[in-house]
């Protein structure tokens, strides 16, 4: 039995309330590097266990990464929980996507009896998906 639609809408309700209370949220991962230096007089190099960490907070946008040095403490928890608070976001959307398509599942097309009316929105709607469809593909071509 598929839910009611009252009861996607409060599901739906309910996760834009979620949406709303997430504070600030940045994208990206946390992560702790360790790594040895390089010169010969420093302890990376007498102690293989003693490697320089660092905190790196790194993420992709259009193909390209992008990464910041952070400082120990306080600027890498409030990463770290910005970080987070993303993941839920993104959780959040997910679930919303699906009950949206749902939603529009459950709500059928409009029927049109008039041919002349039914030609036009045709018309129309080819006219559109046809542009669209030149500016994609003439996007990928360069």
Known sequence: MSPTINALLQKRD???????SI?????????LHARVCGKPSCR???DASAKHEQF?????SGGK????HLRPGPEVAKYVEET????????????LTILNEQLA??????VIDDADTLDALKKKLRRKLLRSSKRNSSVSST
């Open 84 to 95: 987070e608070r993303y993941r839920e976001f993104k959780q959040l959307v997910d679930q």
């Open 14 to 20: 309910a996760i834009l309330d979620q949406l709303r």
């Open 44 to 46: 990376c190099a007498r």
């Open 65 to 68: 990464t992008t990464s910041k």
């Open 105 to 110: 599942n459950s709500k059928p097309a409009a």
């Open 23 to 31: 504070e600030h949220f940045r994208r990206g991962t946390v992560t």
């Open 56 to 60: 790196i907070w790194s993420f992709s």
